[in-house]
């Protein structure tokens, strides 16, 4: 068994360039120029970087869902670059997104306890709806969701009660690896802290390796073994966390953290620019 | 020391359907030239104290007491077109949310002169030279594209340089900036601060700056006045609330900030005990 549980090799994806309607062709955009990355069996990789980096399209190209133009990508030894999604669908229980805005990719029209329930009866992982229950209930418990949530729907849940359920949700399908998407940004700062510790948690219980996509570095340093650092499609610096953030060797890096506000005050830092400020 | 620019006293609101408090008793002054950060986290009520100042709340929102000065007169009480000719010329707002607060149909040049035309009473060519010299000091390299542009033409960043000049425009005493940096890249947000504070520095205007983030409040307010539930929590000096907060809840929020100075370590999310103790004060309060 390889100490990598996903390597993704030198993707490349480009949107646009199509046929429209009444226009000539759409421009192309490179999305991705090339980037590798890889994460170890319970290993929490970091992807940070600005709007228009790539970081959300290299996470929908480790999930394949979106196909890249060129590169492949390994989930457990397999390349899934290839594969149909007849051969996708039981790696697909094994690989768990879980997205930014939890209202938008919880299904409306379903209670709580369906949106918890269902897909371990599809991809049985529970054997029988007494069994997925019972399993939602104790997450829910851990996750201090209050049982009545079960019978509601995602309109009725604050929106810090909506992100545990998102990660409940992934977390009940007994994956390997997640993918987490800006998972905390919406949050307030001690909603925030809470999910952070819950996910930090339960990767730590359960081995799971993950992908925890942010603009934030603070929130990245807080959660992430290793970090990639990508910048318009491109990876500029990866390393582990303390060394990165100890001693950022690219300029843009160095940029990134200069921009931070920290609730500390520091009486020069909106005068401080940093040659690598400039030229980022 | 000079009369504030803004005071609000008591002011307490409440929902018009079912009577629910949103604010209740808030003081809050803002000095000639100062910035005063107004943070709490979601439902606080620190945008209902802004849009209470721009005599724009929602229509279930009710004021049931207190006062909100300006310049010594209480806006509340004001006519209403005394107080939109006050807000707009000597209040200003930034908003969020630069897409939806420009008009999509319209180039940039007539939504930034529409202040300096209405009160100001300038030909379109007198505006225009002043457009022009506000974009300069929002430093906007090619002022003549970026007037005749659209809004959806403009990147996120560049929109909120074009909000900050119309906010300029006409030299009001009151800056209301309501998370105007929220939306944008850590790079971006930081240029759009550092322009934030020199254009208050050189108009000596006062700025109630409303958010949710710590790091920003930390690095760009003088003052700061934190609500919970519609309540002032704790307000005072920046450096001193930041290094040595009085209220549990104040420390409780600081010590939940992810940091990227600090190696990784569980971070401590606000404690239930913390909570209750506010909801407590708040009960046993007149």
């Known amino acids: 068994m390889s100490r990598d549980l996903l390597v993704a090799r030198d993707i490349r994806v480009a949107f646009g360039g199509g046929r429209r309607l009444f226009a000539g062709p759409a421009p192309r955009v490179d999305a991705l120029k090339g980037v590798s990355i890889r994460i170890a069996r319970r290993e929490t990789v970091g992807v940070v970087g600005e709007s228009g980096s790539g970081k959300t399209t290299l996470g929908r190209v480790l999930l394949r869902l979106v ?94 009660q909506r992100q545990r359920v998102g990660i409940a949700r992934a977390a009940l399908l007994q994956p390997d690896f997640l993918l987490a998407d800006e998972i905390v940004s919406g949050l307030d700062v001690s909603t925030q802290a809470q999910a952070l510790n819950l996910i930090a948690g339960l990767t730590r219980d359960l081995g799971l390796s993950m992908a925890f996509i942010s603009h934030d570095l603070s929130v990245i340093r807080a959660i992430c073994d290793r970090v990639y650092v990508l910048r318009l499609g491109e990876i500029v610096e990866e390393g582990p966390c303390d060394a990165v953030f100890a001693a950022p060797a690219h300029d843009y890096t160095r940029a990134l953290i200069d921009s931070i506000p920290l609730p500390t005050v520091t009486p020069d830092w909106l005068r401080r620019t940093s040659a690598a400020e400039v030229t980022a | 020391m000079s009369k504030p620019v803004l005071a609000v006293h008591g002011l307490s609101a409440v929902s018009a359907r079912d009577r629910a408090p949103i604010l209740h008793d808030v003081k809050l002054i803002v000095n000639r030239g100062e910035t005063r950060g107004l943070m709490g986290e979601s439902g606080a009520g620190k945008s209902m104290i802004g849009k209470a100042i721009l005599g724009v709340l929602p229509r279930p929102v009710r004021v049931t007491a207190g006062q909100i000065r300006f310049e010594g007169q209480d806006l509340l009480t004001m006519p209403g077109p ?46 225009r030279k002043i457009a022009l010299k506000l974009m300069e000091e929002v430093h906007i390299r090619d002022p003549e594209r970026v007037l005749a542009s659209y809004p959806h033409e403009l990147s996120g960043g560049m929109r909120q340089r074009v909000l900050i000049a119309a906010a300029f425009a006409l030299e009001p005493k009151l800056i209301v900036a309501d998370e105007p940096t929220t939306a944008l890249d850590v790079t971006v947000q930081k240029q759009i601060l550092r322009l934030v504070r020199a254009m208050q520095r050189a108009h000596g205007t006062a700025v109630l700056f409303i958010t949710h983030d710590l790091g920003v409040i930390a690095q760009i307010c003088d003052d700061v006045t934190l609500l919970f539930d519609g309540r002032v929590v704790e307000e005072g000096p920046t450096a001193e609330m930041f290094e040595r907060p009085r209220h549990a809840y104040t420390q409780a929020l600081l010590d939940a900030c992810p940091r990227y100075d600090r190696p990784r370590a569980a971070l401590r999310a606000v404690p239930a005990e913390v909570i209750a103790r506010l909801r407590a004060e708040a009960a046993s309060a007149p």
């Open chain 2, 82 to 127: 005394s107080l939109r000719r006050l807000v707009g010329e000597r209040i200003a707002l930034i908003p969020q949310d630069p897409m939806t607060a420009l008009n999509p149909g319209r180039r940039i040049e007539g939504q930034l002169t529409d202040g300096l035309r209405l009160w100001r009473g300038l030909d379109r060519n007198a505006a």
């Open chain 1, 67 to 160: 196909e890249p133009d060129a590169g492949s990508v390994e989930f457990d030894g397999q390349d899934i670059t290839r594969l149909s999604q007849a051969a996708m669908r039981p790696l697909r229980r094994r690989m768990q997104p879980i997205f930014q805005d939890p209202l938008a990719c919880l299904n409306p029209r379903r209670t709580i306890l369906s949106i918890a329930t269902e897909p371990m009866l599809f991809h049985r992982v529970a054997a029988s709806r007494a069994e997925a229950d019972a399993k939602a209930r104790a997450i829910f418990d851990r996750f201090s969701l209050p049982a009545a949530c079960l019978g509601r729907y995602p309109h009725e849940l604050s929106g810090g």
